[in-house]
């Protein structure tokens, strides 16, 4: 059985900070690729930030560049998120994929509240 559990959610002011945990349990996650994405009320889930295990390269949605940061140690995969903005209200999950798949093919979370108060 895999799990990955998020944690780290919670409600915050416009311009503060969260950071989100994510624990992978299960396997050995060194290849696996991993990454955030999130969806707000009433829209489609969308990407936010992954971490290639391969090189370390990270990638960022256009949205969250600059103030978000994604990082790992082991088995966790970690989402820094600064200056946060009522527009970052969102339902945040982790996934990993084991490359070539994509994260549709792979693992997700239950996922983490975020609320961003104005």
């Known amino acids: 059985q895999v799990d990955l559990v998020e944690s780290g959610g919670g409600l915050v002011q416009a311009g503060g900070s969260l950071r989100l945990s994510c624990a992978a349990s299960?396997?050995?996650?060194?290849?696996?690729?991993m990454a955030w994405f999130r969806q707000a009320p009433g829209k489609e889930r969308e990407f936010v930030a992954a971490?290639?295990?391969?090189?370390?390269d990270t990638y960022y949605a256009d949205s969250v560049k600059g103030r978000f940061t994604i990082s790992n140690a082991k088995n966790t995969v970690f989402l820094q998120m600064n200056t946060l903005q009522p527009d970052d209200t969102a339902v945040y999950y982790c996934?990993?994929?084991?490359?070539?798949?994509?994260?549709?093919?792979?693992?997700w979370g239950q996922g983490t509240q975020v609320t961003v108060s104005s």
């Open positions: 971490i290639i295990r391969r090189d370390g």
């Open positions: 299960g396997r050995t996650f060194s290849n696996y690729n």
């Open positions: 996934a990993a994929a084991l490359p070539p798949a994509g994260y549709q093919n792979g693992y």
